[in-house]
């Protein structure tokens, strides 16, 4: 069955950077786009950036563009995102999603981490 | 790419239908039919509750539909459940490639 595993919670500094993981198994790792959607406390979803594992190739959301950087392995079928000069209002939690190349929607998401940034 | 505009709370009692709207632009939700909608409970993961405006997902009940009209996209429940008391967000694709969420709607059961 498909599962998209993600690392565990991070506390950080403001000005330093962080790196959050997102495991995937169950399917074929490079048949599908994986995105990082993030939700801050109380907040809704927003999307911030996708990978296509196949390629490695990025398109981010204009606001993270220069501060938020996703990468992947494809020996470890893992995808990383990288936010860094993180502020306070980067407090959220962090989701990976699938979606099938070709079709738009997100059909399998991970759990979720949570990061925060606080002094 | 401005979010998309959810109406930020509906309500109603259980057996009632209740509808959320999602209006975008030509260059997402008018442009394309590929919107999603996603129920989220608190503290957990959204789960996808209607594909590519209309489409339902294995699995998801038959009391969700979605319909797309210009653009503005809408997401309706019938014989609401006290189960479906939780988040609503519409999603779509982009003419820039990108995807876009609303803003969420929460749904309260009476």
Sequence with gaps: ?119 | QSALTQPASVSGSPGQSITISCTGTSSDVGGYNYVSWYQQHPGKAPKLMICDVSNRPSGVSSRFSGSKSGNTASLTISGLQAEDEADYYCSSYTSSNTRVFGGGTKLTVL
Excluded at chain 1, 20 to 48: D, I
Excluded at chain 1, 59 to 78: E, H, I, N, P, V
């Design chain 1, 1 to 119: 069955q498909v599962q998209l595993v993600q690392s565990g919670a991070e506390v950080k500094k403001p000005g330093v950077s962080v790196k959050v993981s997102c495991k995937a198994s169950g399917y074929t790792f490079t048949s599908s786009y994986l995105h990082w959607v993030r939700q801050a406390p109380g907040q809704g979803l927003e999307w911030m950036g996708m990978i296509n594992p196949s390629g490695g190739s990025t398109r981010y959301a204009q606001k993270f563009q220069g501060s938020f950087t996703m990468t992947r392995d494809t020996s470890t079928s893992t995808v990383y995102m990288e936010l860094s000069s993180l502020r306070s209002d980067d407090t959220a939690v962090y989701y990976c999603a699938r979606e099938i190349s070709g079709l738009y929607y997100f059909d399998y998401w991970g759990q979720g981490t949570l990061v925060t940034v606080s002094s």
